[in-house]
């Protein structure tokens, strides 16, 4: 998902990183033991470094997501709601 999201859903992108995938799996068959976890942790590292990317990416929109739920609080809604179309219409996509 964070592929789709940092790449806009570029079908190409999503394809090179399942590519991707394919070839450690791959790899994983012929492979030692000792060489498989070093790809494990490298790609583990990797799959780190694309969640931080995200995550930055999706600051604005999480911000905006505490924003709402702070102001429900102070509006003294004893329970909050997320709602997610408010949410979609605010940031330029089409509501579910």
């Not at 995550?55 to 909050?80: N, S, T």
């Amino acid at each position: 998902m964070n592929i789709r999201f940092i790449f806009q859903n570029n079908k190409k992108a999503v394809k090179i990183y399942f590519g991707i995938q394919l070839l450690c799996i791959a790899l994983a068959g012929l492979l030692s033991v000792d060489e498989m976890f070093l790809l494990v942790d490298f790609t583990s590292g990797l799959m780190c470094f694309i969640n931080l990317i995200a995550l930055i990416a999706l600051f604005k929109q999480a911000k905006a997501c505490m924003r709402d739920y702070e102001e429900q609080v102070a509006q003294g809604v004893e329970d909050p709601e997320y709602d997610w179309n408010k949410f979609r219409i605010e940031h330029g996509m089409k509501p579910f």
